[in-house]
């Protein structure tokens, strides 16, 4: 009667990786209990992934090639374009966000376009724009820039405007840090830089007032949802942006804090259950809206 703080399945986003293919539901080694999914078989995880009462879904490709500019990351016929359409064909309610990024479709793995060994800001600016323009072509009900690239959503607002999408809602990675806790993402997602490190443009852990600015610019430039990333090494920083923001905030639980989770409970070291919830728990005291969580069919399961 008196508990502070719910949690439901209704909070969660699930993240799903989208693989070339028809048929494949392949485990990922480094996110126990995630997969390699193709298109077909993505539909299928989302609809059980509706049935469980999960809040939506967010998409995350892997391509069949990759290039210097990550071409199939706007290709009409690229994996999460494809995987949008066979998701919202399966499913009626669920909500289907992407992830708006050039990291998984790049050859050298960086967020943006590379010249003279630097990723260049503005000119990414236009690509990003492109690529969120595709996932509203193919059903997407909200994009998720997390490439970090200043600008990008006011160019991302602007291109969705322009093409008929106003009322499509930003979801904005706004104060993302340059983590070590990424570390089986990039494995599932195959989207480790080639060189150099993230550190140009994801934030340094040491600061919380240049996430409230990062959040502060983004909000200005048409931010509709503002999001802290990783979660739980950051909940001082989701309190902040959530006492200061005036839009929904979302936390990202990201994969390392899930691996850990995973590989301890293995072990038999801790109760995967109980640390699970109180690891989202916390995540929704420290003032998130939403999580984004590998654990959410599991939570769900239990729920
Ligand atoms: C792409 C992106 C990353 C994650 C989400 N989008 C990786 C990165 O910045 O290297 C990480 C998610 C996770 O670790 O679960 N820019």
Redesign the pocket.
């Known amino acids: 009667m008196v508990r502070e703080t719910t949690l439901s399945p209704a909070h969660l986003i699930y993240p799903l990786f989208v693989a070339p293919g028809k048929g494949l539901r392949r485990e990922i080694p480094s996110l126990p209990g995630c997969f390699h999914l193709s298109a077909d078989q993505a539909a299928r995880e989302a609809e059980e992934v509706e049935k469980l009462g999960i809040g939506g879904v967010i998409l995350f490709g892997l391509p069949s090639a990759k290039d210097p500019v990550g071409s199939e990351g706007y290709a009409d016929d690229g994996v999460v374009q494809e995987g949008i359409r066979a998701i919202r064909a399966a499913c009626k309610d669920l909500l289907v966000v992407t992830?708006v990024?050039l990291?998984e479709y790049t050859s050298h793995g960086h967020?943006g376009v590379v010249e003279n060994g630097e990723v260049q800001n503005d000119p990414t600016l236009a690509l990003l724009a492109k690529m969120a323009v595709s996932h509203a072509k193919a059903g997407a009900h909200v994009v998720a820039p997390?490439?970090m690239m200043d600008g990008r959503v006011g160019a991302i607002r602007k291109a969705l405007d322009e093409a008929g999408y106003a009322s499509l809602p930003i979801l904005s990675y706004a104060a993302k840090y340059a983590s070590a806790?990424?570390g089986?993402?990039?494995e599932a997602a195959d989207?480790a830089p080639q060189f150099g490190d993230?550190r140009g443009y994801?934030m340094d852990p040491a600061n919380v007032r240049e996430a409230l600015k990062e959040v502060r610019l983004d909000v200005e430039e048409g931010a509709d949802i503002v999001m802290v990333k990783p979660a739980l090494p950051y909940l001082d920083v989701i309190r902040a942006v959530a006492e200061t923001s005036d839009r929904p905030v979302a936390a990202?639980n990201?994969?390392?804090e899930y691996a850990m989770v995973k590989a301890a409970a293995a072990r038999g070291w801790v109760d995967e259950d109980r640390l699970m919830r109180e690891i989202l728990t916390s995540i929704r005291r420290a003032g998130a809206d939403v999580i984004l969580t590998y654990h959410a069919k599991d939570f769900a399961r239990r729920a």
């Open positions: 992830d990024c990291c967020c997390s490439d806790f990424y089986p993402f990039r989207s993230r994801q990202y990201v994969s390392g």
